[in-house]
Structure formats: structure tokens, C-alpha cells
Nanobody, 117 residues
């Protein structure tokens, strides 16, 4: 069963930091580009960051310079380090794995991030 399990969400004040983790089942991680999306209340889900199987990264303009995506292939885990958080970063954050062999996308259950004073 392909599965993604996210952790690390929570509440933080503006300017604070959080690190999200997404652990993947071994069958999908090694052959998948990984990424994070987020969805704020009343808004569509949007791209945040992505990382290829060989470590190439991309970011939404709104998070460049503040967020860093990385992957640990030994642990089948992808991370999203979020610094200098702003209230507009408040959303449910979803991890996804896009298989480069089957084209299938697997989603995590989502984790809430709230930035508020």
C-alpha cells in the first residue's frame, strides 16, 4: 500500500519556523518526485515546493528564500523547512509523490499550519 504520512504542523507566531516531514512507503519514494502543496480556507490548493528524484528543487515565488525542501533517500522522507513564517502561510499543507514510472500521484492526509500572533 502506497502511503504518505505527514507530521510537524502546528501553530507559530509570525517570524517563527516549522519543519514539516513526510514519510513515504519504500515502494514509491525512490521513483517519485516529491512536493508540497497548501490550501488555505476558501482558496484553491496551490504549489509550494517540489524536489526531483535527483534533488532539483523548485519553489513558489511567495515562499522563495523562506522555505527549503529536501529529501533523505535513506529515510524515505521529504522535509519542508519553513522560516520567517507569515500569517498568509496559514493553510493545510499536503505532501505528494509523483511516480516517474507510472505517473500516479499519491497524497498525504494534510497537516495544519497556523501563523498567528
Amino acid at each position: 500500500q502506497e502511503q504518505l504520512v505527514e507530521s510537524g504542523g502546528g501553530s507559530v507566531q509570525p517570524g517563527g519556523s516549522l519543519r514539516l516531514s513526510c514519510a513515504a512507503s519504500g515502494s514509491i519514494f525512490s521513483i517519485s518526485a516529491m512536493g508540497w502543496r497548501r490550501q488555505a480556507p476558501g482558496k484553491q490548493r496551490e504549489f509550494v515546493a517540489g524536489i526531483s528524484t535527483v534533488g532539483m528543487t523548485s519553489y513558489a515565488d511567495s515562499v522563495k528564500g523562506r522555505f527549503t525542501i529536501s529529501r533523505d533517500n535513506a529515510k524515505n522522507t521529504v522535509y519542508l523547512q519553513m522560516n520567517s513564517l507569515k500569517p498568509e502561510d496559514t493553510a493545510v499543507y499536503y505532501c505528494l509523490a509523483a511516480s516517474t514510472t507510472t505517473g500516479k500521484t499519491t497524497w498525504g492526509q494534510g497537516t495544519q499550519v497556523t501563523v498567528s500572533s
